[in-house]
């Protein structure tokens, strides 16, 4: 009989618990899976705004693989920037946390300096930055000029523009990062820090043996995040190079852009974001299976 | 028991959110013109204009709402750069605004996709004096002898000159070079020379017209392929004619005023000319709004100057059209004549070089520039020689990859020739 009971009321808190996520879930399935599901389908037919749609199987991923050589170089494109962002992000995100983890006068101001970008609307910033390293009347030329230096055209020099991007996204997101960092900091214990002193171990010593395993899952957390957040880069480019010059920042995403809404190409578009939800799930699922080796108290 | 609630709740609440996204009906069957049981009619109205264009527009709307109570419009901005992309997507989502601005290379897209209205009917009405219309500005809206738009805009390029630069250093300005048949390439690059101040950012002359940059090869650089006799396209659009010596000659010497002479600004650079450190820029007849806030020096315009070519004016292109999916057509239509008949033209001619000819020929346009002689020579006497871009159904491609190659100049990363050639293979398939 209690059995009966307890399952009865099983189903209806279960009920209650689908109802209480169904706004959630249906405006995830409407909104978020459905054209999930869609795209992927219409990766595999030729569909256009300009003409009528055919299915065109597997074309579209092999014009991709074989045909399209400025695909491969927007993926080179896309994991240089990663590549640059994500050790100077966290770095300097873990930098600046140790250093405003201290108590020193200031500290309150600094951190809200630093954590304002991210608040920030992305187009406005990259708006911003433009002005900044514009060629000639350029905040930053006008400094250097002042300096008796002749700037170089930031975003019109193929080997400078996509650095420039890099700095420009860091110091836009490192602020969150700092501030996770900054809460993992607050949470290790202190009487680590005093067995360690006792025993005589150099600040440096103590950063390696219980800082770092101590915030390895925030680093974790943040180094997926980031990842993730750098591949589909998007807003500063559009805004500050448009690509440009040349194809010197066509990152995945912007081609993608350009391909769905400038040329109109939504099937070939299509298969490129998929290919980059791939990779996305690729690089996520390998940092998932990793997180055991080397993420402190983690089973 | 317990299931079947909820699945019941669950429809309800998906038929309730379905019913939500539905239900933004606005104003319902039309009846057009001044009927008695008129229904309240909300029309969106598109351009990629400022905020000066949009205030005259609603000044504009307000006294159409006198005529029409019924009618309200709504203006939706977009930006120019965007303008087809977002017009193309809401099209085929059928939210597109109900009237529109097109630009000259974005509506052979729209019109061969069957996307706009046939507003022929606007021709019946005598007082709207259709024939006033200048009749080579409406081929780019006509097909089959149907009218899909009527154009409002057709400036010609020019030179924005400061005089008081011009003055300071003793040279003759460009006006005074015109009027001597002494207006060409090579003069406006000497006096360039003479003009730019390095040391004060000056340049002497800049023909990427505001944040133009990224659309240089077609907004800015039309002109000059033109004066040096070379041309992007064949006239027939299916070749693709640059890589010429006229053509490169062209490039070169647009790349020799930025790197070799440094006359011109470099890319990337966003000086304008109301800072006063543009001695020459090249710009349309709507810069005029922006150039008569200038008081801190004395400025002009002038027609463009000549090379082998001869000037190679653009006229730049921008008409209304009604959307074929509009649920309102008739009032839209209706709408589009009241902003294109002779007394709104001539409020729109403060910024744009009307289609008109009376209002074209008005001592009142004549007064919208600096002097009247000054817009007599730079614009009435430019419009007979003035050439509209070529437009292509295929634009946005085409587009892109001029984009790509015009950026090899910028990064100086290839010889012009180069750049030429390879435009060449890249832009001939697309043209076929």
Same mark, same amino acid.
């Given at each position: 009989?209690?059995?009966?009971?307890?399952?009865?009321?099983?189903?209806?808190?279960?009920?209650?618990?689908?109802?209480?996520?169904?706004?959630?879930?249906?405006?995830?399935?409407?909104?978020?899976?459905?054209?999930?599901?869609?795209?992927?389908?219409?990766?595999?037919?030729?569909?256009?705004?300009?003409?009528?749609?055919?299915?065109?199987?597997?074309?579209?991923?092999?014009?991709?693989?074989?045909?399209?050589?400025?695909?491969?170089?927007?993926?080179?494109?896309?994991?240089?920037?990663?590549?640059?962002?994500?050790?100077?992000?966290?770095?300097?995100?873990?930098?600046?946390?140790?250093?405003?983890?201290?108590?020193?006068?200031?500290?309150?101001?600094?951190?809200?300096?630093?954590?304002?970008?991210?608040?920030?609307?992305?187009?406005?910033?990259?708006?911003?930055?433009?002005?900044?390293?514009?060629?000639?009347?350029?905040?930053?030329?006008?400094?250097?000029?002042?300096?008796?230096?002749?700037?170089?055209?930031?975003?019109?020099?193929?080997?400078?523009?996509?650095?420039?991007?890099?700095?420009?996204?860091?110091?836009?997101?490192?602020?969150?990062?700092?501030?996770?960092?900054?809460?993992?900091?607050?949470? &290790?214990?202190?009487?680590?820090?005093?067995?360690?002193?006792?025993?005589?171990?150099?600040?440096?010593?103590?950063?390696?043996?219980?800082?770092?395993?101590?915030?390895?899952?925030?680093?974790?957390?943040?180094?997926?995040?980031?990842?993730?957040?750098?591949?589909?880069?998007?807003?500063?480019?559009?805004?500050?190079?448009?690509?440009?010059?040349?194809?010197?920042?066509? &990152?995945?995403?912007?081609?993608?852009?350009?391909?769905?809404?400038? &040329?109109?190409?939504?099937?070939?578009?299509?298969?490129?974001?998929?290919?980059?939800?791939?990779? &996305?799930?690729?690089?996520?699922?390998?940092?998932?299976?990793?997180?055991?080796?080397?993420?402190?108290?983690?089973? | 028991?317990?299931?079947?609630?909820?699945?019941?709740?669950?429809?309800?609440?998906?038929?309730?959110?379905?019913?939500?996204?539905?239900?933004?009906?606005?104003?319902?069957?039309?009846?057009?013109?001044?009927?008695?049981?008129?229904?309240?009619?909300?029309?969106?109205?598109?351009?990629?204009?400022?905020?000066?264009?949009?205030?005259?527009?609603?000044?504009?709307?307000?006294?159409?709402?006198?005529?029409? !109570?019924?009618?309200?419009?709504?203006?939706?901005?977009?930006?120019?750069?965007?303008?087809?992309?977002?017009?193309?997507?809401?099209?085929?989502?059928?939210?597109?605004?109900?009237?529109?601005?097109?630009?000259?290379?974005?509506?052979?897209?729209?019109?061969?996709?069957?996307?706009?209205?046939?507003?022929?009917?606007?021709?019946?009405? !005598?007082?709207?004096?259709?024939?006033?219309?200048?009749?080579?500005?409406?081929?780019?809206?006509?097909?089959?002898?149907?009218?899909?738009?009527?154009?409002?805009?057709?400036?010609?390029?020019?030179?924005?000159?400061?005089?008081?630069?011009?003055?300071?250093?003793?040279?003759?300005?460009?006006?005074?070079?015109?009027?001597?048949?002494?207006?060409?390439?090579?003069?406006?690059?000497?006096?360039?020379?003479?003009?730019?101040?390095?040391?004060?950012?000056?340049?002497?002359?800049?023909?990427?017209?505001?944040?133009?940059?990224?659309?240089?090869?077609?907004?800015?650089?039309?002109?000059?392929?033109?004066?040096?006799?070379?041309?992007?396209?064949?006239?027939?659009?299916?070749?693709?004619?640059?890589?010429?010596?006229?053509?490169?000659?062209?490039?070169?010497?647009?790349?020799?005023?930025?790197?070799?002479?440094?006359?011109?600004?470099?890319?990337?650079?966003?000086?304008?000319?109301?800072?006063?450190?543009?001695?020459?820029?090249?710009?349309?007849?709507?810069?005029?709004?922006?150039?008569?806030?200038?008081?801190?020096?004395?400025?002009?315009?002038? !027609?463009?100057?000549?090379?082998?070519?001869?000037?190679?004016?653009?006229?730049?292109?921008?008409?209304?059209?009604?959307?074929?999916?509009?649920?309102?057509?008739?009032?839209?239509?209706?709408?589009? *004549?009241?902003?294109?008949?002779?007394?709104?033209?001539?409020?729109?001619?403060?910024?744009?070089?009307?289609?008109?000819?009376?209002?074209?020929?008005?001592?009142?346009?004549?007064?919208?520039?600096?002097?009247?002689?000054?817009?007599?020579?730079?614009?009435?006497?430019?419009?007979?020689?003035?050439?509209?871009?070529?437009?292509?159904?295929?634009?946005?491609?085409?587009?892109?990859?001029?984009?790509?190659?015009?950026?090899?100049?910028?990064?100086?990363?290839?010889?012009?020739?180069?750049?030429? *050639?390879?435009?060449?293979?890249?832009?001939?398939?697309?043209?076929?």
């Amino acid at each position: 009989m209690s059995n009966a009971t307890s399952s009865k009321l099983r189903r209806r808190n279960a009920w209650y618990g689908y109802l209480f996520i169904s706004p959630m879930m249906l405006g995830f399935f409407l909104f978020l899976a459905a054209p999930i599901v869609y795209a992927f389908g219409l990766s595999f037919t030729d569909y256009s705004l300009l003409h009528p749609s055919s299915f065109v199987g597997g074309d579209n991923y092999a014009r991709l693989v074989s045909e399209d050589a400025q695909f491969w170089r927007t993926l080179g494109n896309t994991l240089y920037f990663s590549a640059g962002l994500i050790p100077l992000n966290l770095g300097l995100a873990l930098a600046l946390a140790l250093l405003l983890n201290q108590k020193l006068p200031g500290t309150g101001f600094f951190r809200t300096v630093i954590f304002t970008p991210v608040v920030t609307s992305i187009v406005v910033w990259a708006i911003v930055w433009k002005y900044v390293f514009a060629t000639d009347a350029g905040l930053l030329n006008q400094i250097l000029a002042s300096l008796g230096i002749e700037g170089p055209a930031w975003l019109y020099d193929t080997a400078l523009v996509m650095p420039v991007v890099i700095v420009v996204s860091v110091l836009k997101k490192v602020g969150m990062n700092m501030v996770i960092f900054l809460a993992a900091l607050q949470d &290790v214990p202190k009487m680590y820090y005093e067995a360690a002193t006792i025993d005589g171990a150099s600040r440096w010593r103590q950063f390696r043996s219980i800082t770092l395993p101590m915030i390895t899952p925030s680093l974790f957390l943040t180094l997926v995040i980031t990842l993730i957040g750098s591949l589909k880069v998007f807003s500063q480019i559009a805004v500050m190079t448009d690509g440009g010059p040349g194809t010197s920042t066509y &990152v995945l995403v912007y081609y993608i852009y350009q391909l769905a809404y400038k &040329v109109f190409d939504f099937g070939y578009a299509s298969a490129v974001a998929f290919v980059l939800f791939f990779l &996305v799930l690729l690089l996520t699922v390998v940092q998932w299976n990793l997180r055991t080796r080397w993420v402190h108290h983690e089973q | 028991m317990k299931k079947g609630l909820g699945i019941g709740l669950a429809t309800v609440l998906m038929a309730g959110s379905l019913a939500g996204c539905g239900s933004e009906s606005n104003g319902k069957e039309s009846s057009s013109g001044s009927g008695a049981a008129t229904k309240e009619v909300k029309l969106k109205f598109s351009i990629w204009g400022n905020d000066t264009h949009k205030q005259m527009y609603e000044t504009m709307i307000e006294s159409y709402r006198k005529d029409h !109570p019924n009618v309200s419009v709504e203006i939706m901005t977009i930006p120019s750069a965007d303008y087809q992309q977002k017009l193309s997507v809401l099209m085929a989502s059928k939210t597109a605004p109900d009237v529109v601005w097109l630009m000259e290379r974005s509506i052979p897209q729209f019109l061969e996709a069957g996307q706009l209205a046939d507003i022929s009917s606007i021709k019946d009405d !005598p007082d709207y004096k259709f024939d006033d219309l200048i009749p080579s500005t409406l081929d780019l809206l006509t097909k089959d002898g149907k009218t899909y738009g009527i154009p409002f805009s057709t400036p010609p390029n020019m030179i924005y000159y400061n005089k008081t630069l011009f003055e300071e250093k003793g040279l003759k300005t460009p006006t005074e070079l015109y009027a001597e048949g002494k207006w060409t390439y090579d003069e406006m690059a000497k006096a360039a020379a003479v003009l730019t101040d390095r040391s004060k950012g000056v340049y002497g002359v800049n023909l990427i017209r505001p944040n133009g940059w990224t659309t240089s090869w077609t907004e800015s650089l039309q002109t000059l392929v033109w004066a040096f006799g070379g041309d992007y396209f064949s006239a027939d659009g299916k070749q693709f004619a640059l890589n010429t010596k006229e053509g490169i000659d062209a490039l070169q010497f647009y790349s020799d005023a930025m790197f070799k002479s440094e006359i011109h600004p470099k890319p990337g650079d966003q000086t304008t000319f109301e800072t006063g450190k543009i001695a020459m820029q090249q710009d349309l007849f709507s810069y005029m709004g922006k150039a008569k806030a200038i008081t801190d020096f004395k400025w002009d315009i002038a !027609p463009m100057p000549s090379g082998a070519g001869g000037q190679g004016t653009t006229l730049g292109y921008a008409g209304y059209a009604v959307t074929k999916d509009s649920e309102h057509a008739a009032e839209a239509t209706d709408f589009v *004549k009241y902003l294109t008949n002779p007394e709104n033209m001539a409020v729109t001619s403060q910024f744009f070089v009307p289609s008109r000819k009376s209002v074209l020929e008005s001592q009142e346009f004549l007064n919208q520039g600096p002097s009247p002689e000054s817009v007599k020579t730079a614009v009435l006497d430019q419009m007979a020689s003035a050439r509209v871009r070529p437009a292509f159904q295929n634009f946005q491609q085409i587009d892109e990859k001029m984009k790509i190659g015009f950026d090899s100049i910028y990064t100086k990363s290839k010889p012009i020739a180069d750049i030429a *050639k390879d435009l060449e293979k890249e832009v001939s398939p697309l043209l076929n």
